[in-house]
């Protein structure tokens, strides 16, 4: 059972308040808020540590490697990777898929196929149209369904000998459905095609386990679990971390570097050109520790009774309708009141002290198939409250009481 009063004390910018109201945070899948735990291991960083890594000898540089390196121990044993080396420091998701997509085009030939979702995150699919217009390779799209599903057996039907690249999110960030990626990662291999699974929005609900699941890239950010901002993972198969060539040069990644020729660093260093986000690559770690020490069973179990009850509740005001309804569904409520816009009932909200997310949330293609142009996304993290849910009602109603 998780006790939610004592996590919440973890949290110090929950006690903060916004427009006189105490502040009710439900953008989590935007980012999360960070505990006194990982705030303690960055201030700690800076106070102690602070060091540019892997080349002094200095006891500083050391010390500050050893932590950065540990934290991509904890992080390859979380994912269960199979080497610490096919964990990648980047800045994020957006870093991740960009790193691969870059990579994919000294393998892509022109008419290759490659496979993105109706549900994606524009991040998962604008790098893949540039990699497209670079190799003439082609892009196809799984459709979405009413609910907020993929149609499968039309994703079934899109693969061929010619699919080389299947990439699609975990959990979508603007509906908050959960793709059936196993599904998805096995049909893929059939065919030889590779897998890039977007899981920002999955890891801060579910453990993954990589080598279970066969996957052959991974990517996600640390602040979406109460880790920073500009730190991120992608996880890739030795094999094909090798294949790809890098992504930047510059000091860091190389073996040898002269004016004839360079050759590069091994794994993992060859994609980490210049100073990484050290202090970040640590406090990810930390993050880590923090989500576990709750335990992800105990996360999903309490946000699933958030979902059921936020659901429940919303749905009795009359004219707003709820975008995704699978069951297949994390903590995420994406809605609209009918005839209201979505950013109007944010800016209501705002001053009610209510943070939630209005507009596209990044991913037009699905506001496009519903022919809206935003909804109101409500997505609750382990340390909200019902209470905080029957605000974000009373707010909803108050919105459409003004604004009708
Ligand atoms: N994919 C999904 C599903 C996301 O939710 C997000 C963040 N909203 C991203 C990609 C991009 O993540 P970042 O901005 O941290 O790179």
Known sequence: MLNVENIRKDFPILSRKVNGKPLVYLDNAATSQTPQQVIDVIVDYYSNYNANIHRGVHTLSQEATDLYEASRK????????????????????????????????SILKKDDEIIVSALEHHSNIVPWQMLCERTGAILKVIPMNDEGELIISEFDALLSKTTKLVFVNHISNAL?????????????????????????????????????????FYVTSAHKICGPTGIGMLYGKEEWLKKIPPYQGGGEMIAEVTFEKTTYAELPHKFEAGTPNICGGIAFGAAIDYMNNIGFDTIAAYENELLEYGTEKLLQIEGLK???????????????????????VGTILDKLGIAVRTGHHCAQPIMDFYKIPGTVRASFAFYNTKAEIDALVEGVKKAKMMLS
């Open 74 to 105: 904890k992080i390859q044993a979380h994912f269960n990777a199979k080497f610490s080396h096919e964990i990648i420091f980047t800045s994020g998701t957006t870093h991740g898929i960009n790193l691969v997509a870059n990579g994919f085009s």
């Open 176 to 216: 908050g459905t959960i793709n059936p990626i196993e599904y998805i990662i096995g049909k893929a291999h059939e065919v030889g095609a590779a897998v890039l699974i977007d899981g920002a929005q999955s890891t801060p609900h579910i453990k993954p386990d990589l080598q279970a699941l066969d996957v052959d």
């Open 322 to 344: 709820i975008y995704g309804v699978s069951k297949h569904k994390t903590s995420v409520i994406s809605f609209n009141l009918e005839g209201i816009h979505p950013y109007d």
